[in-house]
């Protein structure tokens, strides 16, 4: 090398050198020209802790795509009986298009994960910048519409058995409004995921060796690339804050007062009735259980972020190995929520109907019918009786 020949500062990212051709560029302001080959880093073999999140992640997928595939076609093969005129409309839930939506972002979420596994198995990110902003808003489906879901079947659930004579908001219409308003309002939450969210490239090393015969140096880049938010911090803050709280806090909330408003009716109405028939345990075990998943799968995820959003770690302490497991592990369990949601509403979604005559006061026989139908508990009955 000519020893009055500088060496060639890094080259961070491409976008400093302007292409000329084939593999030369003019970079640093155009103050010289360069032949550049740009390689990927080798391949680290794959620690053991990192195969529990690759297998966790890909039996969720499995799971939930095949899951969610298999309640879809139930539900399309009930809808075509009832255009067919087999079910009579006393038959009719409009509840079942909240568990489409359902089952539609669960599996749009799912989709994230072959691309969040590959990155987990080669430690970088392959597939430029759409897929990038795509990947992000996939992955944060869940973390809005399908709550806005689970809390509005809650809702459903709550109406039916606290006031199931306001039909309005068990109409078709009301089921359409509810989920296209939910679908709109995540993504305009989502919005700043589309607009910042991008593939980075990092350098991970550099060689370079000038060529004396044409008087131009030959650089090696080793880089890689990673998708990140890439938000400003005013607009992480207000994304994080506002997704956190319509996202998670409020849903939390209401999704814990339904279900608790619809035992404490359904207990008052067994008190009132004995013999009833009212599987009271079965549906309290039911309904704690939603709560209980939703709140184990997303509060981990839902601290984790916001304690990391205020806390700088660094990235060079010998436990960032571990906290990144652990990481992924947090981050993992919202997963596992979209790959279990179509267990708890499609194959519990039982259909019961219990007959029980009743008498009121002395003097009015009743025929009451309890149906647990699309997740919802719906008294009907041939007499007026407030319960």
């Known amino acids: 090398m000519n020893s009055n020949m500088k060496a060639v500062m890094p080259i961070n990212s491409m976008s400093q050198c302007t292409h000329l051709k084939d593999h030369r560029y003019s970079c640093m302001n155009n103050s010289i020209e360069i032949n550049i080959l740009n390689i990927y880093p080798h ?3 794959i620690k053991s802790r990192f195969l529990i999140n690759i297998a966790i992640f ?7 795509i095949c899951g969610n ?7 399309r093969n009930i809808i075509s009986k009832r255009h067919s005129g087999r079910l009579n409309r006393r038959q009719k839930d409009y509840a079942f298009f909240y568990i489409i939506s359902l089952c539609v972002v669960d599996m749009v ?9 590959l990155d987990l198995i080669i430690g970088f990110w392959l597939f430029g910048t759409w897929i990038c902003k795509l990947h992000h808003v996939s992955s944060s489906v869940g973390r809005v519409i399908s709550t806005f879901l689970i809390t509005a079947m809650s809702f ?9 004579l306001k039909l309005t908001y068990r109409s078709k219409k009301f089921v359409m409004v509810t989920c296209i308003s939910a679908a709109f309002l995540a993504l305009v939450l989502l919005s700043p995921l589309l607009g910042y969210a991008q593939s980075i490239e990092i350098l991970h090393g550099q060689f370079e060796q000038y060529d004396d015969k044409l008087s131009i140096y030959n650089v090696t880049r080793v880089r890689f690339f990673k998708c990140i938010d890439n938000m400003p911090v005013n607009v992480a803050f207000l994304f994080t804050i506002s997704t956190f709280i319509l996202g998670f806090l409020i849903p939390l909330v209401l999704i814990v007062f ?15 009735l004995p013999t009833s028939g009212i599987p009271l345990l079965r549906i309290s075990l039911y309904t704690i259980l939603i709560a209980v998943l939703y709140f184990i799968c997303w509060t981990p995820y839902w601290i984790t972020n916001i304690y990391s959003f205020f806390t700088t770690v660094d990235t060079e302490t010998k436990h960032q190995e571990l906290l990144t497991f652990i990481m992924y592990c947090v981050h993992g369990l919202p997963y596992i929520g979209c790959a279990s949601n179509w267990i708890l509403y499609g194959l519990l979604n039982t259909q019961l109907q219990v007959k029980q005559r009743t008498n009121y006061n002395g003097n009015n026989n009743q025929q009451q019918l309890l ?17």
């Open 43 to 45: 391949i680290p073999e």
């Open 58 to 64: 890909s039996f969720c997928f499995i799971l939930g």
């Open 69 to 75: 595939s298999s309640i879809l076609t139930i539900i």
């Open 109 to 117: 979420m799912l989709m994230s994960l072959p691309t969040c596994i």
């Open 156 to 164: 459903d659930r709550y109406m039916a058995v606290c006031h199931p």
């Open 258 to 272: 339904f279900n608790a408003q619809i035992i404490s009716r359904l207990y008052r109405h067994t008190k009132i």
């Open 371 to 387: 149906r647990l139908d699309c997740n919802t508990v719906h008294v009907e009955k041939s007499s007026t009786y407030q319960l």
